[in-house]
Nanobody
Framework: VQLQASGGGLVQAGGSLRLSCAFS????????MGWFRQAPGKEREFVAS????????YYADSVKGRFTISTDNARNTVTLQMNSLKPEDTAVYYC???????????????WGQGTQVTVSS
């Protein structure tokens, strides 16, 4: 499995960004997908995840109501729509995939390379 994240950038507080993660190498709709982030000096933390069918989603409390995770099986991508961004959302964002579990912990089998999101105040 290969994961390629994109869409990061610099945005002002209150703005929006849309992250995408392109999945290849296996059958996409058999994998749970997740987004995590890591700020400088901090541990990697859970952001959102979505199950195989796309009907089950989980969000960190800090992003509920602002971020939306979704999948596009035709394009083999998982997207994280981020609205009302805050400076504390600044981090490197990673997408992840797992064949066997949908979880909020960083125990995923496969990881993308990360994309930087910077929110200025």
């Amino acid at each position: 499995v290969q994961l390629q994240a994109s869409g990061g950038g610099l945005v002002q507080a209150g703005g929006s960004l849309r992250l995408s993660c392109a999945f290849s190498g296996r059958t996409f709709n058999r994998y749970a997908m997740g987004w995590f982030r890591q700020a400088p000096g901090k541990e990697r933390e859970f952001v959102a995840s979505i199950g195989w069918s796309g009907s089950i989603t989980y969000y960190a409390d800090s992003v509920k109501g602002r971020f939306t995770i979704s999948t596009d099986n035709a394009r083999n991508t998982v997207t994280l729509q981020m609205n009302s961004l805050k400076p504390e959302d600044t981090a490197v964002y990673y997408c992840a995939a797992d064949r066997h579990q949908l979880t909020t912990t960083p125990d995923y089998e496969y990881w993308g390379q990360g994309t930087q999101v910077t929110v200025s105040s």
